[in-house]
């Protein structure tokens, strides 16, 4: 009974937004979201779910829906770089985490994608937050190789994914090494090993009785090797980062990202060379594990510098609750160009990092993570600074459809925003 | 109760050893004949602590927000020996002989004081060997205290200093127990030993937990206790033999010193303060009975985030709530926090701590208070950033018991400053300066002021910025 209670409360709270329509958002700061400087008195054209342009001199079409954003600020959505959205309702409630299905005996082939459920709150929450985009993955659990991640949208609907099977996750560094045996030597064989029986499954020679792969498995496997699927590895010191990428150059066509990469810094040269493009935790700078002796929150602000191409993720920080967390790590990286010796970036590559580069990274920056011309509408009217804790989303925009902003913390601070009960108990204070 | 049987056991030995060193009497002795006056060191492990040399300093120029809730604009803070001396506005005299920094663009706080951390309990690197928070092995352990645990090598306690600006902690045992043990709080200041960064003089907290945490770690064992009534019946189990204990303790006759026993008596007596890990509304509201039932007091709610439910009982009670700014959803406990649950608190008139039990968060409270005030200003509370500074500083220091020393920018108190480069309710602010005892332990300008603990000497990274 009471289930069906809380569904249809549920039910009510995400109520289907209206269908796309054209909306010129005229007057605010427009944020390109490309890392170029914003645009005063800017103006932003949505059609069809797509922008149709943002600049200084953009005609407004007649009939749109003219949004005055004078005095705020105008960016695409949030992209959140590295996330487990949608996959958790509560983290430590087995019945509402789907993060990790290695328990399944499948690895690689395990897809994400029906797990992601956009009525669970955080995705509600993190909306409000002006988050429009994350990249999710699955956990791993017993394979390097954790499974197929997706790229969702966060919009008040029931299709949350944008790209399913946008790439497969792997664990490198010290949880890596615990799924393989215990060394990172089992790591390495453990890839090699798994893509080689990949390779047999495709030629017909896979035996799959004593193999480290399941059927599905190894076709997900060969996605990858074929570089059609992106790689994405949580990789923290510079050691595995060097080790991963002699593996890249044995297997050329991998496209591989690396995630996390708290020691990147130290190989950062090394990465450009390379072109392996990073999804970076902000703010890392504690010895957490030793394979992160090295962490420093300049080290997004010095791999940038070094060339490489670096987006902001919080891979195992947080990281099915608190994507809205994004935009202040993106103001600290900020915050450092003030502190002297430090490397930060300025706030227009922060916000890039946050928005294009992460799109681009993940191979859908012609479609998303910008306010480019034909990309997704994806766009958010911010009362102030989008980086500044004091500011708050005040419109949020997904595929040109404007969104609810209501959350069911929303609902408890109205309950409570007076403790003491009235006339009658709290519970039919709604 | 298995678990009592575990603390005589335990304290048993220690008992021949009650009266070699003593140096305080315990509270009641005037109560009890002297010839029965049984005496112990209260204070077994004392602070070493001493304040590094300082020169007299004064910031001028500057925003002062002063930690009890005053602002004053191009203002002037000095400090010497120590001490904070001065604090005025621009026209306040400086002696002659100071050292003058001009602030012009920044901002003075007092230093951060975060109330809830696991540094050098649970240090970093976070490896089994260092995991020395939880004795989880019984669910009452209040014989056991932090700072037996503390690895005052712990990298995390340079990054609180650097990035967040925090000047004293409390470190707490973790919350597998529903008596986890006694806290410590110590001054940010590396030092060899656990006692050279010990606050001194600063009262004992005894550590409880509600909740989730004891009855899966307990009931997972098959033990008692694996419900939340079952946390409520061991803690009054608990309380009523401190209360015998007490009462032995008191008459003068003889009795066998017990370690936990000490430590819950000195609640009993109002000498170690209850800082208890506590998420629902409605446990909370048990607590406090309970707390009426064997008459002590809770100092503070920890993590508390449904303190906004009952923000008028917890302002009636005196009690504080230790909060973060916006975690939830991890465990169903957490599930109904709100980002607005300090503000609604504020505006109740309750009084609001921002925590951070977190390696990282306590290198940013400032910018957790500063989204908390952004999120009740939505709601129509605006809340002065002079207030919100106090979360941070005065309230934490009340909380703790050390408000007569630290936590605002009084003359007398220890010169224990933060000088920001901008406001440190903002995202792009950092430190620039901090003093402890009015000696500049950090500055942002001087590579040679940034501390690196062993554990970082010769690593990579060592003495980076961070």
Known sequence: MRHFLYAAAAVAAFATPVAAETIAI???????????????????VIRDGKIVAAGATVAIPSGARQIDAAGKWVTPGVFAGFSRLGLAEVDAVNGTNDKSGGRSGFSAAIDVAPAIDPFRSPIAVNRSSGVTRAVVAPESAGSIF???GAIADLGADGSPVTKVRAFQFAEFGEEGAASAGGSRAGTHLHFRAMLREAQDYAAGRGTFDDDLLKAEDAKALLSVLRGDTRLLIHVEGANDMLRLMELKREFPAIKMVFVGVSEGWRVARELAQAGIPVIASALNDLPATFEMLGATQSNIGRMKDA???????????????????????????????????????????????????PAEIMGVGDRLGSLKAGRAADVVVWDGDPLELSSAATMVIIDGVEQPLGNRQNRLRDRYARPTEGDLPKAYDR | ??????????????????????????????????????????????????????????????????????????GVVFFANGKVSGVGGADTAIPEGTKIIDGTGKFVTPGIIDIHSHLGDYP????????????????????????????????????????????????????????????????????????????PDAPYGLKMACGENPKRVYGSKGRMPSTRMGNIAVNRQTWIKAQEYKKRRD???????????????????????????????????????????????????????????????????????????DWWGFKMEAYDAIPENAAILHNT?????????????????????????????????????????????????????????????????????????????????????????????FDASTPKLRPVSDFELGQPGEGDVK
Not at chain 2, 285 to 312: Q, R
Request: hydrophobic share 40%.
């Open chain 1, 26 to 44: 005229t007057g605010g700061r427009v944020v390109v979201g490309d890392g170029t400087a914003p645009i005063e008195g800017g103006t932003v």
């Open chain 1, 146 to 148: 954790a499974g197929q």
């Open chain 1, 307 to 357: 060339g490489v191409q670096v987006a902001i993720g919080m891979i195992n920080d947080r990281d099915s609750h608190q994507l809205r967390y994004t935009t202040q790590y993106a103001g600290n990286i900020v915050s450092l160009q003030y502190v002297p010796g430090a490397t930060g970036l300025t706030w227009d590559e922060a916000f890039a990092a946050i928005s294009s580069v």
């Open chain 2, 1 to 74: 109760m298995k678990s009592n049987f575990r603390w005589s056991l335990l304290a048993a030995p220690l008992a021949l050893a009650a009266c070699t060193n003593t140096s305080e009497a315990p509270q009641s002795a005037s109560a009890v004949p002297a010839e029965n006056l049984r005496t112990f060191d209260k204070n077994p492990y004392p602070s070493t602590y001493k304040a590094y040399p300082g020169v007299a300093t004064a910031i001028r120029n500057v925003t002062i927000f002063d930690g009890e809730g005053g602002r004053i604009e191009n």
């Open chain 2, 124 to 199: 970093t690197p976070s490896v089994e060997a260092h995991s020395d928070g939880n004795e989880a092995t019984s669910p009452t352990t209040p014989e056991v205290w932090a700072e037996h645990s503390v690895w005052p090598q712990d990298p995390g306690f340079s990054r609180a200093l650097a990035n967040g600006g925090v000047t004293a902690l409390q470190v707490l045992p973790g919350s597998a127990n529903l008596m986890g043990g006694r806290s410590v709080v110590l001054k940010n200041v590396y030092a060899r030993t656990m006692q050279g960064m010990k606050f």
């Open chain 2, 251 to 325: 008459s003068g006759k003889d009795y066998t010193r017990d370690i936990g026993m000490e430590t819950l008596a000195g609640v009993l007596d109002g000498d170690i303060s209850i800082q208890n890990h506590c998420y629902r509304a409605d446990e909370m509201a048990i607590v406090l009975d309970m707390a009426k039932e064997f008459g002590y007091k809770v100092s503070t709610f920890h993590h508390a985030v449904e303190s906004y439910k009952i923000a008028d009982l917890l302002r009636d009670n005196g009690v504080c709530s230790a909060v973060w700014a």
């Open chain 2, 349 to 441: 008139g309750a009084c609001v701590v921002i925590h951070s039990d977190d390696e990282n968060q306590i290198q940013r409270l400032n910018q957790e208070a500063a989204k908390a005030q952004a999120d009740g200003r939505r709601m129509g509370f605006n809340i002065s950033d002079a207030d919100v500074i106090k979360w941070l500083t005065y309230n934490p220091a009340k909380a703790l018991g050390i408000s007569d020393k630290t936590g605002s920018l009084k003359a007398g108190k220890m010169a224990d400053v933060v000088l920001w480069n901008g406001n440190p309710l903002s995202v792009y602010a950092r430190p620039d300066k901090v003093w402890i005892d009015g000696a500049l332990m």
